[in-house]
């Protein structure tokens, strides 16, 4: 105690109900606690002592003070909107339709392509002004929508810019290996040359990203696509993640693991093998209820051979013009519990300590504990429970970072 009588916080919270997460089977619920934060960290964590003093002192008034919530996984920048073909696809067109038509991925690519880096960045901010009113600390930002050179770096270098201008960490992820641009058209073999060959090492000399990752499926990229793509980041020096399992099982979840990725998403054809390849490599299942709820899917991931082999389970809004077009953490949350069957305590796990640990970051952020980077937000609620039970409202009160 002597060292906090002597040396002042910068900032104490107290008076706050506290929800550490930092526990695997409960929710870390310290009552009537006190944080004590210096030079941007957590330096007390406990009970409220008299001779506490701070240059700032916020009376939390018995409100739940959880850590920022993290969206482990979304495509928030891009050029334009693809409504009129969630109409005519419930006016029963096809998707063979929709493509004649000029829609599907191409019309973003074509969207963003010509797109202004100002334009990119203003749409992108109003999107991430939503996250961030719904608690939002942390965020994992793709491209993907350019598949050139030009313009994948051109949507990286908004997310950076993003980071630079809103209070909230960005993480950027290179997602040139989302699909097969017009002009490669019958020659994934090349497209790919040009991720290996000249996107990976612009965006590990620029700094662009943190991770690389591909869309490995029967309509995207194969296994020794993928595999190329993942040998070239490593030489690089970026990390892996993987979209994988989301139509059909193309062994990719294991292909992650066997890289040590950090997560392999949407995961609905999992099978028993990846699960344990996963497991093995401390590999992350990032969940995306937004998509499967819009797609309307039937086919669940297997959450409860997930949990049984010990896989930590996150989830993301997984925002994209496309298939997610959901701009609310907490109704992502809401939808792992009704659609998924997950718990409340497992959601709230999902987007805090399991989606730090999704972006390689949970040394820093997704708990409260001493040491880690006082990233936190304060609610009106009665019990972090209410996170997941509760939608079409948002009890955030107050970032503190």
């Known amino acids: 105690m002597s060292q906090l009588e002597t040396k002042p916080f910068d900032q104490l919270i107290h008076n706050a109900n506290i929800a550490t997460m930092a526990g695997d089977s409960d929710y870390g619920i310290i009552e009537n606690a006190a944080i ?15 001779n506490f003093k701070a240059q700032q002192i916020l009376d939390a008034e018995g409100q739940w003070l959880l850590p920022g919530l993290i969206d482990c996984h979304t495509h928030l920048i ?63 930002i793709k491209s ?25 960490r960005v993480v950027p992820t290179l997602l040139g290996a989302h699909a097969l641009p017009p002009e490669y058209k019958d020659n994934s073999d ?19 990203a943190d991770c690389v990752d591909v869309f490995c499926e029967n309509i995207g990229f194969n296994y020794a696509q993928t595999e190329k793509v993942f040998q070239t980041a490593k030489a690089h020096g970026l990390k892996v993640k993987l979209h994988a399992e989301q139509l059909s ?35 992350i299942a990032t969940l995306l209820p937004g ?19 010990g896989v ?56 409260i504990e001493v040491g880690k980077k006082a990233e936190l937000t304060l609610w009106d609620i009665e019990h972090p429970n209410q996170l997941s039970y509760q939608f079409g409202s948002n009890p955030l009160t107050k970032i503190i970072r």
């Open 78 to 140: 891009y050029g334009g909107n693809r409504a009129n073909e969630f109409e005519m696809r419930l006016n029963g067109a096809d998707y063979e339709e929709i493509a004649k038509a000029g829609g599907g991925i191409v019309s973003s690519v074509k969207a963003t392509r010509a797109a202004s880096e100002q334009e990119l960045f203003e749409s992108a901010a109003m999107r991430l002004e939503a996250l961030i009113a719904e608690g939002v600390t942390s965020i994992e």
């Open 249 to 283: 099982d193309q062994n990719g979840a294991a292909l992650v693991a066997q890289y040590n990725g950090l997560s392999a998403d949407h995961l609905e054809y999992l099978s028993q093998d990846s699960i344990a390849q996963m497991a093995k490599a401390g590999t």
């Open 144 to 168: 993907g929508y350019g598949l050139d050179l030009e313009t994948e770096l051109k949507m990286l270098r908004v997310a950076k810019k993003l980071g630079g201008h809103y209070p909230i």
């Open 190 to 208: 090349g497209y790919i040359d040009l991720v290996c060959n000249d996107m990976i090492p612009a965006v590990a000399q620029e700094k662009l």
């Open 312 to 367: 930590p389970i996150a989830i993301a809004t997984d925002h994209n013009p496309g298939t997610s077009p959901c701009l609310s953490i907490l109704l992502m949350m809401n939808m792992a519990c009704t659609l998924f069957k997950m718990t409340p305590l497992e959601a709230l796990q999902a987007t805090t300590i399991n989606a730090a640990k999704a972006l390689g970051l949970a040394n820093e952020i997704g708990s």
């Open 291 to 309: 998509a499967f709820y819009f797609l309307r899917e039937t086919k669940l991931p297997p959450i409860q051979a997930l949990r049984d082999a």
């Open 36 to 50: 004590g934060i210096n030079d941007g960290k957590i330096s007390y964590l406990g009970s409220a002592q008299n």
